[in-house]
């Protein structure tokens, strides 16, 4: 955040934690029925990925409300899988993991699946400029241009790696991907590993 504090979503407490740049921690929000995800616009609107019974997107601010539960008229816990990381676009969309596929809810709260089968996906993240999205897949890291009304084409592998699979993910204003694991990688905005941080 801009103030230098970090959210965080305390999956096993259902609460989001701010902690503040002197490490102190504050609870900001409870009761996300498993909340394991939080995502944030540039104009302060909060989601959570929601892990519990019934796992749903829902918008903390500025007013509490369910974004989206189900896919094809399916509950989203009745498609199998679990639900992973999201991120919000300017838009007003959100992306998020759960199972195997990749999902966008719009600005309408249209429900869309996006990847083939042999996509394992769990932490996902946007390029600076939103023309790109990355989702982790095993080990290595998947990617797909993102078009004007969010839809997602060309799936592809953006890079791949020895040494385990990739978590969470974060990006730079530069378009460096930080992928989590057993280490740190970083690689490139054109896909080269550069480096790992322990």
Same mark, same amino acid.
């Not at 008229?73 to 300017?90: A, P, Q």
């Not at 596929?101 to 996006?114: A, N, Q, R």
């Given at each position: ?6 959210? @965080?979503?305390? %999956? !096993?407490?259902?609460?989001?934690? $701010? &902690? !503040?740049?002197?490490?102190?921690? +504050?609870?900001?929000? $409870?009761?996300?029925? +498993? ?8 104009? =302060?609107? *909060? ?27 399916? #509950? ?20 998020? /993991?759960?199972?195997?596929?990749? #999902?966008?809810?719009?600005? $309408? =709260? *249209?429900? +869309? ?8 996906? %769990? ?11 990355? @989702?982790? %897949? ?14 997602? +084409?060309?799936?592809?592998? #953006? /890079? $791949? ?6 978590? =969470?993910?974060? &990006?730079?204003? /530069?378009?460096?991907?930080? *992928? ?8 490139? /905005? ?6 790992? *941080?322990?």
């Amino acid at each position: 955040m801009d103030d230098g504090s970090v959210w @965080i979503a305390q %999956n !096993d407490d259902s609460d989001i934690l $701010k &902690v !503040d740049r002197n490490g102190n921690a +504050t609870i900001i929000y $409870k009761d996300t029925n +498993t909340g394991g995800a939080v995502a944030i616009t540039s104009r =302060g609107n *909060v989601y959570v990925a929601e892990r519990g019974l019934n796992p749903a997107i829902f918008q903390l601010a500025p007013e509490r409300k369910m974004v989206a539960n189900r896919y094809q008229g399916d #509950f989203l816990d009745c498609i199998g899988g679990t639900m992973h990381d999201l991120v919000v676009d300017s838009k007003g969309g959100v992306y998020f /993991a759960h199972g195997d596929p990749l #999902f966008y809810v719009d600005p $309408k =709260g *249209v429900v +869309t699946k996006y990847g083939d089968a042999n996509l394992r996906g %769990n932490g996902l993240i946007l390029s600076p400029d939103e023309k790109r999205i990355y @989702i982790t %897949n095993g080990p290595s890291l998947v990617a797909f241009d993102v078009q004007p009304d969010g839809r997602l +084409t060309n799936q592809r592998e #953006f /890079a $791949k790696w020895d040494g385990g699979a990739g978590d =969470g993910l974060c &990006v730079d204003d /530069a378009g460096r991907v930080y *992928v989590s694991g057993s280490v740190i990688r970083v690689i490139g /905005a054109d896909g080269k590993e550069l480096g790992t *941080v322990p």
